[in-house]
């Protein structure tokens, strides 16, 4: 998936890219948590930390690639990441932010919260770029060293991406993942429910973990 620059300003620097239009945030969030919308997540140049209590995913595929795109001066950038993609995943108390230090006003944290009260959140066909991943994790029907997109599997690789024949893969019937934290590049989704969407911009505020 290519990060892409959105906007010149140092504001936008730190925005939350959920959809190609750039809609208004709150309609955004307001379709977001009726499952109106696609979704993607990414950020110029900058990796951000997700947080959940638990992940429960159906149809795993995990594979090596590299996150392409651009920082905000538009030189281009690359980052080795696992792709991990599932039919289905359900997130309990999900935890999304990014830290930008803002000239004049100091540390600006974006911070987005769902699924906390009660109800998790629901993504389809999503897809994480990750660079780094910390859980406790439980799989089902494990099969290590598959190929990448492999036809009797539910999930395809990333559309756009392009694996290695020598890099690791494997996929699962289920993963289940408690205590998660995870820095990533981008987040892609085909629907993405969001239950009490929670979006802040909070100066000096802390990160997810």
Known sequence: MNSQVRGGTRWKRFALVMVPSIAATAAV????????????????????????????????????????????????????????????????????????????????????????????????????????????????????????GDSSHATKPQPGTVASPYAFSQRAKKAVLKNVEQKAWATTAGTFSLPDLSLRLIKDGPSCY
């Open 29 to 148: 969030g307001v379709g977001l948590a009726q499952g109106a919308l696609a979704a993607s997540f990414s950020v110029s140049g900058q990796d951000f930390k997700v947080s959940a209590d638990q992940l429960v995913g159906e149809d795993l595929i995990q594979y090596g690639g590299v996150a392409e795109g651009h920082d905000l001066k538009g030189n281009p950038q690359h980052h080795p990441v696992t792709i991990s993609g599932f039919k289905k995943a359900t997130i309990t108390n999900m935890c999304q932010s990014l830290v930008t230090p803002v000239p004049g006003l100091g540390n600006i944290t974006l911070q987005l919260r769902t699924g906390h009260k009660g109800e998790p959140a629901v993504a389809s066909n999503i897809y994480l770029d990750v660079a780094e991943l910390d859980a406790d994790a439980y799989f089902e029907q494990l099969d290590i060293g598959v190929a990448v």
